[in-house]
């Protein structure tokens, strides 16, 4: 029988890229602490949910590598295999095929590829033990190999508190706690329902209390061939075994009475063997957290967000018309209907906001790679992960901080021998950190390496012929540093694969800048440097100031504004040809917007309004006729037709229907 | 079902014997569009022009809260405005991913055209790049230039 499967492609590749940064994340704990047992159950649960995705999707090769991937990681498990550098470097390799094949089907492909290679290298690691043993795991299906690794397990619950508290107030009650772990047969084409008839079945006359999975991982089947709940009941265990087992395809496995007496709090000693295991959790809260989630396409939340962007759009017409009729009821009813809109805006945008921990946690990885490559040891510390920022943005954001890292690795952080000749550690630090602060969130990538040199910098730039040697020799120390983002700049002595490709720091920048953010550089010579990014939260929804010049009305990003003021014709002075005013004693030059946006009509007033306007450092006046207001406004993006008009970032849709435009500093002048 | 339309202008295929179209005037000439690219015609709504953009840009408009680019069909193949103002209208394409509006003299009828009066275009005429077209359409004795709207926007 063969399924349409593609309407759950999307699906696939999400979510196994999801289960792919989760791995690569795990197995960097576990190489870090060979112990780590948490990390590699984790590890098992991914790969195994891979594996199935895979093999249901039919990309066979996919589902095979897996396989044998999770046949050694078994062994690490079961102990009887030692995790060492070997096998983990053969692990990370399979990851990085598995990351090819996805990649590969998501561009059309059908995910075949040979990977007869690194299974070999697997089934190497595997029999160096089956020899030493003598003994080995024929692994024919899910079941039996589950079974074979987790069969006596305890469960691993983990208790809070309040589960504690329920558990005695149970107890206080004669109420009997039981622990019950199910099998649900291997061959069941409806794990979920299995699983749902056994909830049923329960809650007729006790309680569930805790379910291991999760009760979402088991509503979609995302769990081996058993599954463990937590059961408050007064009913006697053999009555309730008769009635689960009536239920077709399920076992009752084992149903034993907890003495409560004896639970400790997650965390604690570890005094009952039931908690033991779940000690080893507290790391990764992800197992024991259900939070209950839907998965939503991108496009129907740009879609809401439309539809919200048209209902502040008519209140505002609404607003209008209230103002003009003077009807108290009428009003009062614009006012809801503002509070409302007001919180429907704030919840779609926080819908659309994401942790950075999405774009942070394939970083590590690229870390540790790049320092063995580069013979470097580093100390990779990430901070603020949980740092929200909308969609768009971490999408656009993940490239400019590769760069940035790779940068630190490469140029940044001395080899070991050179660092104690500086009197350093000898492992050098790098960070990674994340912050929100009002509308903002800032990101630094900070080095304690070599730092930069502002007499070399200016060198290079007068040698690239960029600058000249007299105007390089007027550079401060911080205007030197900002050399660096010129384009055509790399200071790299050596062209190194890792970085100074050509392609240089000039480039993040414009793409920091493209997302309305800025970048800063900050570096002592031997102390090391700093990079720090401003990005704001959201590019759909921002404060505008609303202008007109001749018929025409424009908003321009309250970001980039710094004041107004009012002048007439007479403060215009000439300088060079280039009409100045004076500013509180400072010389700012004035360009006309008329004329900038070449605007066919006529003057209509004679008032002048300036709006002082920064791009970078500098600050310029704008000439326009009036000033609207202050207002939110919500972007629309011209489309592919108009993309790159210069002096234009997008457009809104005005209270009265129309479109305005809203300009773009960075790009007007 | 009629890809074949869009992506392929030197020999048209057709799958079904008629087709419809959605004709109009530029100028004192006759176009047509298939009428599965047609979205919405519309009258002339109000046009925010765009500064420093291209001269055949006519400017942008909301349609029903989607900023709509228009394409000025005169400015781009040298053609004359003609007719009355009220006559003027929007049509709006989608044509793939892009959505964009041209501005027409005249929206005339929509019609079913068999494909074999369609005849591809091997002249040359002075106005429209052959690439542009599609082929000339031949209904009652009227001709109509059939454009192809991918190539236009490209």
């Known amino acids: ?121 697997l089934q190497s690691i595997k029999s160096g033990i089956i020899d030493k043993q003598g003994k080995g795991m024929v692994v024919s299906g899910d079941g039996n190999e589950m079974e074979e690794s987790t069969e006596n397990d305890e469960p691993d619950f983990q208790f809070s508190d309040y589960d504690l508290t329920i558990l005695q107030e149970a107890n206080s009650r004669n109420l009997k706690v039981l622990n019950l772990r199910a099998e649900v047969a291997p061959d069941s084409l409806m794990k979920s329902v ?57 076992k009752v496995q084992s149903l034993t009475e907890i003495e409560v007496e004896n639970l400790t709090v997650a965390g604690g000693e570890d005094e009952v063997a039931a908690v033991s295991e779940a000690d080893n959790m507290v790391g990764s809260k992800k197992v024991s957290k259900i939070k209950q989630t839907v998965r939503v396409d991108i496009d129907r939340l740009d879609n809401l967000m439309n539809l919200v962007g048209e209902l502040v759009m008519h209140k505002g017409r609404l607003e209008q018309i209230g103002a003009t009729e003077k009807l108290t009821e009428l009003n009062e009813t614009i006012e809801q209907i503002d509070r409302i809109s007001g919180d429907l805006q704030s919840v779609v945008m926080k819908v659309r906001m994401v942790p950075i921990e999405q774009v942070f946690n394939r970083f590590p990885r690229m870390v540790r790679d790049l320092s063995k490559d580069l013979n470097k040891e580093i100390d990779f510390l990430i901070e603020g992960k949980d740092t929200e920022l909308d ?43 994340a912050r929100h602060e009002g509308n903002n969130v800032y990101i630094e990538v900070e080095d304690d390496g070599a730092g930069i040199d502002p007499e070399r910098i200016k060198q290079k730039a007068v040698d690239k012929g960029l600058i000249g040697t007299r105007e390089a020799e007027g550079l401060s120390r911080e205007e030197a540093i900002e050399l660096l983002f010129i384009p055509g700049f790399s200071t790299a002595e050596q062209v190194t694969d890792i970085s100074g490709r050509g392609v240089g720091l000039d480039v993040v920048k414009n793409k920091i800048e493209a997302l309305n953010g800025e970048i800063n550089v900050d570096s002592k010579l031997g102390k090391g440097t700093k990079f720090k990014i401003k990005l704001p939260l959201t590019l759909a929804i921002i404060q505008a100031l609303m202008i007109s010049v001749r018929d025409e009305i424009y908003a321009i990003p309250l970001s980039s504004v710094d004041e107004t003021t009012i002048i007439t014709e007479a403060d215009i002075k000439m300088i060079q040809n280039q009409e100045v005013i004076m500013l509180r004693g400072n010389v700012l030059p004035l360009y006309r917007l008329a004329v900038l946006l070449e605007v066919p009509t006529e003057a209509t007033s004679d008032d002048m309004y300036v709006v002082v306007v920064r791009r970078a450092d500098k600050q310029i006046g704008l000439v326009v006729e009036s000033l609207i207001g202050q207002q939110e406004i919500v972007i629309k993006s011209l489309g592919k037709l108009l993309a790159g008009v210069p002096g234009i970032a997008g457009a809104i849709v005005a209270g009265d229907g129309n479109v305005r435009l809203i300009l773009d500093i960075a790009t007007l002048f | ?85 009220e006559d003027k209208r929007i049509i709006v394409f989608q044509v793939d991913e892009l959505k964009v509006g041209i501005l027409v003299d005249e929206v005339s009828e929509v019609l079913k055209i068999e494909r074999d009066a369609v005849e591809p275009t091997s002249k040359v005429y002075d106005s429209i790049e052959t690439e542009h077209i599609k082929g000339i359409a031949k209904f009652e004795g009227r001709l109509m230039i059939l454009l192809d709207l991918l190539k236009i926007f490209e």
């Open chain 1, 391 to 433: 969609r768009t943005v971490i999408d656009e954001i993940g490239d400019p901080l590769i760069h940035l890292l790779r940068n630190a690795i490469d140029h940044g952080i001395e080899l070991p021998a050179e660092r104690v000749k500086f009197r350093k550690p000898t492992r050098g630090t790098l960070m990674l950190r």
């Open chain 2, 1 to 85: 079902m009629e890809k074949a339309l869009v992506t392929d202008n030197e020999q048209p295929v057709f799958e079904n014997e008629e087709f419809q179209v959605v004709a109009f005037k530029l100028g004192q000439e006759e176009y047509a569009v298939e009428i599965l690219h047609v979205q919405d015609i519309n009258r002339l709504l109000n046009i925010t022009r765009i500064p420093r953009s291209d001269r055949h840009i006519e400017g942008v408009i909301n349609l029903r809260g989607n900023i709509i680019p228009i394409v000025n069909l005169h400015t781009k193949f040298n053609l004359q405005a003609s007719g009355n103002e």
């Open chain 1, 194 to 250: 299995r699983a749902f008839m056994v909830f049923k079945a329960i809650e007729e006359d006790s309680e569930i209390i805790k379910s291991n999975p999760g009760a979402q991982e088991l509503e979609e089947g995302k769990f081996d061939n058993y599954f463990d709940l937590l059961i408050i009941s007064k009913t006697d265990s053999q009555s309730l075994i008769k009635r689960l087992e009536s239920i077709s395809e399920i």
């Open chain 1, 1 to 121: 029988m063969k399924m349409d499967m593609s309407q759950y492609l999307d699906i696939f590749l999400e979510e196994s890229k999801e289960h792919l940064g989760n791995l690569n994340q795990k197995l960097l704990d576990l190489e870090k602490n060979a112990g780590d047992m948490a990390a590699l159950n984790e590890i098992f649960r991914a790969a195994h949910t891979l594996k199935g995705m895979s093999s249901t999707m039919g990309f066979e090769d996919l589902a095979d590598l897996t396989h044998h991937m999770e046949d050694v990681l078994v062994d690490f498990k079961e102990g009887t295999l030692q995790v060492d550098t070997i096998s983990i470097d053969a692990i990370f390799k399979c990851f990085d095929r598995i990351q090819t094949i996805i990649e590969q089907i998501e561009t059309g492909g059908n995910g075949e590829i040979d990977n007869s290679d690194l299974i070999n290298i």
